[in-house]
């Protein structure tokens, strides 16, 4: 089973920040047993939600037109993540990633999902970004981006 767990961005400002959305619904299949008869987003999924979204802005700011090597962002450590709520069937969760601090091979980001102004987690993720050469990985996140991105105006172009 494949997690794609931001369902649009929102809205984007490379090498700053970027907004999602995961809309949770009860045909999502981890809701049948997380709990059959009082289903909710498990935390881990959350987090994997906000650390695609942050990967998506890293790789949008590392890999502009000028970079001659494409590097990818994967996550490195989970830091600080609180959870304040449980998301159910029926709700959106607004996705936010801020970055913090850039480098050459390394990324910290503040994320923050909430739903209707209240926030359910806030945290730092740091990522490693590494030097990946492979067309695969490169044309999944494009395919995969070009969708999330689908009428958003002003957005780059994914290398």
């Known amino acids: 089973m494949r997690y794609f767990l931001v369902d649009k961005v929102t809205s984007i400002e490379v090498g700053k920040n970027i907004v999602g959305v995961k809309c949770v619904s009860l045909s999502d299949e981890v809701l049948h047993d997380h709990f059959p008869d009082y ?16 990967g ?10 000028k970079s001659t090597e494409i590097r990818r962002a994967m996550l490195a ?20 990633v801020t970055i913090k601090s ?6 910290q980001v503040y994320v ?12 730092t993720l740091n990522f490693a970004l590494l030097s990946i050469d492979s067309p695969k ?13 689908r009428g958003l105006d002003n957005c780059p172009t994914y290398r």
């Not at 990985?137 to 991105?149: A, M, P, V």
Request: charged share 20%.
């Open 39 to 54: 289903p909710i987003l498990p935390g881990a999924l959350i987090v994997e939600g906000l650390a695609q979204l942050s």
């Open 56 to 65: 998506f802005l890293l790789e949008m700011t590392v890999n502009d037109s």
């Open 77 to 96: 450590q989970i830091d600080k993540m609180k959870f304040y709520d449980t998301t159910g069937p029926g709700e959106c969760l607004e996705l936010s």
């Open 102 to 107: 850039l480098h050459t091979d390394a990324a």
């Open 112 to 123: 923050e999902a909430s739903k209707q102004a209240v926030c359910v987690a806030k945290g």
């Open 137 to 149: 990985i490169t044309e999944q996140r494009q395919q995969l981006y070009k969708i999330w991105t």
